[in-house]
């Protein structure tokens, strides 16, 4: 069988291809373990590059040896693949997904104009072509012919434009930033001043012309990888300036794409069925299923035969050890476009200081964590970049050694001081940390007691709490936390809102003029190179201010049966995207 594994993938730089490598600006919020989908060899935290050979040690496809041994529980399923997985919130609307597991379902449902590569580059999907004027400020799509929905009806880019609406509407408020793509009259549409966008033209069912204002590096994905909703189905209950008849479908989806929902039962699986009148052709396998798995269940599961493929396993020594021991399993490991993160509470005045927002990253033996969970396949971070990426740079970022004596240093000139108890105090406050972390997480399990004992020798005590990671979500929406642990899945630009003042991702109440400056020129400037220094300016300000600790980039893992084959996956493209060329070996 041929297996597809991308490793170090190298870009051109180029003007043509970092317009079509431009990401829509959001990231994906993810456990600190999980494997998300994510240029050249990979720099360790301390600059230095990994030698080659340890690089092949971590990085690579690793062949099922013996199919022989593939369990009868699995051997015996002909139409069906299980994938384990976390469990998804159920927010299958590609308008107000947040977390990789609902963007995993979405992937399977619906479709866009044009779509990610394994290299980062995006192609043509649904779009026959895209026209781009020469000043930029016009996009023109054209809808390939006999596109349908998974019920029969035929797409038209009338379904693109109450998409576009939606978007627009003032009542969103999902994890985009529609009126930043600068579409003309979406201002006026958003404040209700007009029933329709001046800027979209409908020039017939299949073609659709967009004006803007202004154009920047991510206005081609901006546009153009916005997943289609149709509206036959989502425009009943839609009335302008109000969602709620939308978000009351998001658990009941219907979209284009290559599988369609059959059921979903929260914490125990999603059900897919294959869309038979998906445009590329029906599905190879029938039937796919997203089972709910955990760090305990997941390598069980998949050595009966429960599961064919698992995401989100810990990529670590012994598991790697333990799935190449069952035989049947075939294995990728490959750098991760993402990274592990503590977050701080902004609006909680201990944290508004950034000399205890350093203090508390010295104060942590941050390698001792990854290490001890890890080993090889991880390496301590300082900027919130992936080393995958072209804008990642090591120069002139502090690398926040474990230090306590810096740390206590940083917390006295703070204002927090050692009282008579040991504890650092200030102004009559005791310093305590609410943590929130994911349960059933090695981790969690590693970092917790490691961070008791460092911040309790600084003479700050912890108290954790474990909960399941959508509950932790949940804080993180609501503000209802001080400090809490998870991970972020990073799209092939690094343009994001997570560092923005009051960006749509910033939960944390983060504010930086320098850092929104320096995002806002990055992201209006085409030449790669100049965004390049602009990027590294901006990680340079990160680094300094702290808005997070950061903690780790790892190795991403995805064990599949070997029985199957099709799946292209890499650091850029999630498998979801592949289902439908998966075929199960008879």
């Given at each position: 069988?041929?297996?597809?594994?991308?490793?170090?993938?190298?870009?051109t730089?180029?003007f043509?291809?970092?317009?079509?490598?431009?990401?829509?600006g959001?990231?994906?919020?993810?456990p600190?373990?999980?494997?998300?989908?994510?240029?050249?060899?990979?720099?360790t935290?301390s600059?230095?590059?990994?030698?080659?050979?340890?690089?092949?040690?971590t990085e690579?496809?690793?062949?099922?040896?013996?199919m022989?041994?593939n369990?009868?529980a699995?051997?015996?399923?002909?139409?069906?693949?299980?994938?384990?997985t976390?469990?998804?919130?159920?927010?299958?609307n590609?308008?107000?997904?947040?977390?990789?597991?609902?963007?995993?379902i979405?992937?399977?449902?619906?479709?866009?104009?044009?779509?990610v590569?394994?290299?980062?580059?995006y192609?043509?999907?649904?779009?026959?072509?895209?026209?781009?004027?020469?000043?930029?400020?016009?996009?023109?799509y054209?809808?390939?012919?006999?596109?349908?929905?998974s019920?029969?009806?035929?797409?038209?880019?009338?379904?693109?434009?109450?998409?576009?609406k939606?978007y627009?509407?003032a009542?969103?408020?999902?994890?985009?930033?529609?009126l930043?793509?600068?579409?003309?009259?979406?201002?006026?549409?958003?404040e209700g001043?007009?029933s329709?966008?001046?800027?979209?033209?409908?020039?017939?069912?299949?073609?659709?012309?967009?004006?803007?204002?202004?154009?920047?590096?991510?206005?081609?994905?901006?546009?153009?990888?916005?997943?289609?909703?149709?509206?036959?189905y989502?425009?009943?209950?839609?009335?302008q300036?109000n969602?709620?008849?939308?978000?009351?479908?998001?658990?009941?989806?219907?979209?284009?794409?290559?599988?369609?929902?059959?059921?979903?039962?929260p914490?125990?699986?999603?059900?897919?069925?294959?869309?038979e009148?998906?445009?590329?052709g029906?599905?190879?396998?029938?039937?796919?299923?997203?089972?709910?798995?955990?760090?305990?269940?997941?390598?069980?599961?998949l050595q009966?035969?429960?599961?064919d493929m698992?995401?989100?396993?810990?990529v670590?020594?012994?598991?790697?050890?333990a799935?190449?021991?069952?035989?049947?399993?075939?294995i990728?490991?490959?750098?991760?476009?993402?990274?592990?993160y503590?977050?701080?509470?902004?609006?909680?005045?201990?944290?508004?200081?950034?000399?205890?927002?350093?203090?508390?990253?010295?104060?942590?033996?941050?390698?001792?964590?990854?290490?001890?969970v890890?080993?090889?396949?991880?390496?301590?971070i300082?900027?919130?970049?992936?080393?995958?990426?072209?804008?990642?740079?090591?120069?002139?970022?502090?690398?926040?050694?474990?230090?306590?004596?810096?740390?206590?240093?940083?917390?006295?000139?703070a204002?927090w001081?050692?009282?008579?108890?040991?504890?650092?105090?200030?102004?009559?406050e005791?310093f305590?940390?609410?943590?929130?972390?994911t349960?059933?997480?090695?981790?969690?399990?590693?970092?917790?007691?490691?961070?008791?004992?460092?911040?309790?020798?600084?003479?700050?005590e912890?108290?954790?709490?474990?909960?399941?990671?959508?509950?932790?979500?949940?804080?993180?929406?609501?503000?209802?936390?001080?400090?809490?642990?998870?991970?972020?899945?990073?799209t092939?630009?690094?343009?994001?809102?997570?560092?923005?003042?009051?960006?749509s991702?910033?939960?944390?109440?983060?504010?930086?003029?320098?850092?929104d400056e320096?995002?806002d020129?990055?992201?209006k400037?085409?030449?790669?190179?100049e965004?390049?220094?602009?990027?590294k300016?901006?990680y340079?300000?990160?680094?300094?201010?702290?808005?997070?600790?950061l903690?780790?980039q790892?190795?991403?893992?995805?064990?599949?049966n070997?029985?199957?084959?099709?799946?292209?996956?890499?650091?850029?493209?999630?498998f979801?995207f592949?289902?439908?060329?998966?075929?199960?070996?008879?």
């Amino acid at each position: 069988m041929r297996k597809k594994w991308w490793g170090f993938i190298i870009l051109t730089l180029s003007f043509a291809l970092m317009l079509g490598a431009c990401s829509g600006g959001n990231n994906s919020a993810m456990p600190p373990t999980t494997n998300s989908g994510e240029n050249a060899n990979t720099p360790t935290e301390s600059g230095e590059t990994s030698p080659e050979s340890d690089t092949e040690a971590t990085e690579g496809f690793i062949e099922a040896a013996d199919m022989s041994l593939n369990p009868l529980a699995a051997a015996n399923r002909t139409d069906t693949v299980i994938i384990g997985t976390t469990d998804p919130k159920g927010v299958f609307n590609p308008l107000f997904m947040e977390t990789s597991y609902d963007y995993y379902i979405n992937y399977a449902i619906f479709d866009s104009f044009i779509e990610v590569q394994a290299d980062g580059t995006y192609t043509n999907s649904l779009a026959e072509k895209v026209d781009i004027s020469e000043d930029g400020l016009k996009y023109t799509y054209h809808l390939k012919p006999g596109v349908t929905f998974s019920d029969g009806t035929p797409m038209t880019v009338k379904d693109y434009y109450f998409t576009l609406k939606l978007y627009m509407d003032a009542s969103y408020d999902g994890q985009s930033d529609p009126l930043s793509w600068h579409i003309v009259g979406a201002n006026e549409y958003n404040e209700g001043k007009s029933s329709e966008i001046s800027g979209v033209k409908i020039i017939d069912d299949h073609t659709v012309e967009i004006s803007l204002t202004e154009y920047t590096a991510l206005t081609p994905v901006e546009l153009g990888n916005m997943y289609v909703l149709p509206e036959h189905y989502y425009g009943k209950e839609y009335k302008q300036g109000n969602l709620d008849g939308v978000k009351k479908l998001n658990n009941k989806p219907l979209g284009s794409g290559q599988y369609k929902l059959v059921s979903y039962s929260p914490g125990q699986e999603v059900v897919l069925e294959s869309n038979e009148s998906y445009f590329r052709g029906t599905p190879n396998v029938k039937n796919v299923i997203f089972r709910t798995t955990s760090e305990t269940t997941s390598m069980p599961m998949l050595q009966q035969g429960e599961t064919d493929m698992q995401d989100g396993m810990s990529v670590t020594e012994d598991n790697v050890e333990a799935l190449k021991a069952m035989g049947f399993v075939d294995i990728s490991l490959l750098p991760n476009n993402g990274y592990g993160y503590i977050a701080f509470n902004h609006k909680l005045p201990k944290f508004s200081d950034v000399k205890v927002r350093q203090a508390l990253v010295y104060g942590l033996n941050r390698k001792e964590i990854v290490q001890g969970v890890y080993g090889p396949y991880g390496n301590v971070i300082n900027i919130p970049q992936s080393n995958v990426s072209w804008a990642y740079t090591d120069e002139n970022i502090e690398p926040y050694e474990f230090d306590l004596e810096k740390a206590g240093q940083l917390l006295d000139e703070a204002g927090w001081t050692l009282n008579s108890k040991g504890l650092r105090e200030k102004d009559g406050e005791v310093f305590k940390i609410n943590f929130s972390a994911t349960a059933d997480n090695p981790v969690v399990d590693a970092l917790l007691p490691i961070m008791t004992q460092n911040y309790k020798e600084l003479g700050i005590e912890i108290v954790a709490e474990t909960l399941d990671f959508n509950a932790v979500m949940d804080k993180s929406n609501t503000g209802e936390y001080e400090m809490y642990f998870a991970a972020w899945g990073l799209t092939p630009d690094p343009d994001n809102t997570v560092y923005i003042t009051n960006g749509s991702q910033n939960d944390y109440g983060y504010s930086n003029p320098k850092v929104d400056e320096l995002m806002d020129k990055g992201k209006k400037t085409l030449d790669i190179e100049e965004r390049k220094a602009i990027y590294k300016e901006m990680y340079q300000e990160l680094n300094k201010d702290v808005p997070v600790i950061l903690m780790y980039q790892r190795k991403n893992m995805v064990a599949v049966n070997g029985r199957l084959d099709g799946f292209d996956i890499s650091p850029y493209k999630d498998f979801p995207f592949s289902l439908y060329q998966v075929k199960i070996a008879q």
